[in-house]
């Protein structure tokens, strides 16, 4: 089932719409909701949108963003990539004979044409946020950060000074968030940047679902945090869904405000970095072991983005390492087209540089394997205890434990 692959522009909104509904939908009145997905998120633009066509039906779509991605300091041109589907007529579709060899079905050549127009662009990266991330495997997209989902009672929150925060205004306070948003992007690792598009498109179309506060802190904003409830008869719970900080303290304080709270909200659900250590600041930090009666705080561990590295000589030099590590290592990265990439690497002083080679291999790892690497969201030991990369010099593969110093990746950013 060879299809045909269309690049649109937004004034074919209507069909892009349907073939989204046709993939995501579960009712025929919801259009309206996915004209308004292409209508209102300006960081979409002509040309980003790709439909799949088989015969006269539209059976494929995807969006493929123009992002910044933050690697280690490395401002990166990035590829985002959203609304990927598949109609539900045409899910799993092999060749119609059974005389006729399988074909690729409508996500994987879907997934070769987005990749390819990352590569036309000159993005560096790749990076999704699946549904299923053993799919994207498959395509090169290795996990590329570490959340950790907090349920925390309002009455072990730590007590302390706020007033600086108030509600947020969204006339006039849209270009202090975005100066926010682009303090923390420049400090975080694995962080997707926001732009006026992007900060425009939650304040109107999805802050209006709850409420935000900022924290007014001089002339320039210490953080933002929107949230929305949960409610049922028993308990109310305050969820934060979008918020950033410009500091741990800046983040202590939206605790502070959250405890302020408690007597509309038993618990606050919020999701962090996955090394950030909140059950310390609150007054009760055990995360039981059993069963107990007093309150105390939970956490869910997930990961959410994967990224694939496209062109692995102008991430890897233009990273700034958290390491002292130095030596040579020859990588070979087996990528998912059938070819094999051979870079020498050699590290010093923090920072990488690599070239192509035809040297033997000291390390040998799948490109899914080695964006979680490079991405930091495990360091080299890891993935040599545990067998997921060949090396038969362990001394010099542990150099890549250089790309796992610093914090996890993290990203504020959706999409």
Excluded at 308 to 327: C, K, Y
Aim: net charge neutral; charged share 20%.
């Amino acid at each position: 089932m060879a299809l045909e692959m269309n690049w649109v522009s937004r004034d074919q909104a209507e069909r892009i719409a349907l073939v989204r509904q046709n993939c995501y939908g579960h009712r025929r009145d919801q259009q309206q909701k996915f004209v308004d997905s292409v209508v209102h998120d300006h960081r979409q633009h002509d040309g980003d949108f790709l439909i799949a066509r088989d015969g006269n039906q539209d059976v494929g779509t995807a969006t493929s963003l123009s992002l910044r991605l933050n690697l280690r300091g490395a401002s990166l041109p990035c590829q985002g990539v959203a609304w990927v589907g598949t109609a539900k007529t045409h899910r799993r579709a092999s060749s119609p004979s059974q005389t006729t060899a399988p074909s690729s079905g409508v996500a994987t050549q879907v997934m070769h044409a987005t990749l390819a127009k990352a590569r036309e662009r000159g993005q560096f990266v790749s990076a999704l946020m699946p549904f299923r991330g053993s799919f994207y495997e498959h395509f090169g997209y290795g996990n590329a950060e570490r959340r950790t989902e907090w349920t925390l009672p309002t009455a072990i929150l730590p007590k302390g000074e706020f007033s600086g925060i108030r509600f947020v205004e969204p006339a006039g306070d849209l270009p202090q968030l975005l100066d926010l948003r682009s303090r923390e992007f420049t400090k975080q690792h694995g962080d997707i940047a926001s732009d006026a598009a992007s900060m425009n498109y939650w304040i109107s179309q999805v802050w209006t679902s709850g409420m935000a506060v900022v924290d007014h802190e001089a002339s320039r904003f210490a953080s933002y945090c929107f949230f929305s409830e949960e409610r049922n008869d028993k308990i109310a719970t305050l969820v934060s869904d979008d918020w950033s900080c410009e500091s741990p303290e800046a983040f202590k304080r939206l605790l502070y405000w959250m405890a302020s709270l408690k007597d509309q909200y038993s618990f606050v659900r919020i999701t962090t970095p996955g090394d950030w250590p909140i059950n310390h600041l609150l007054r009760e930090s055990q995360l039981p072991h059993r069963q107990v009666d007093h309150p105390h705080a939970s956490a869910r561990p997930f990961t959410r983005m994967q990224i694939r590295v496209l062109d692995h000589v102008r991430v890897l030099e233009q990273m700034r390492l958290h390491s002292t590590l130095a030596g040579e290592v020859v990588v070979y990265i087996k990528e998912c087209e059938g070819t094999i990439s051979k870079l020498l690497l050699h590290f010093g002083d923090g920072l990488v540089n690599a070239k192509p080679t035809t040297q033997e291999p000291d390390v040998v790892l799948t490109d899914a394997c080695w964006a979680s690497v490079v991405a930091g969201q495990f360091v080299a030991r890891e993935a040599i205890a545990w067998g997921l990369l060949e090396t038969a010099v362990p001394d010099k593969a542990r150099l890549l434990n250089a790309f796992g110093a610093g914090p996890l990746p993290w990203c504020q950013e959706y999409f």
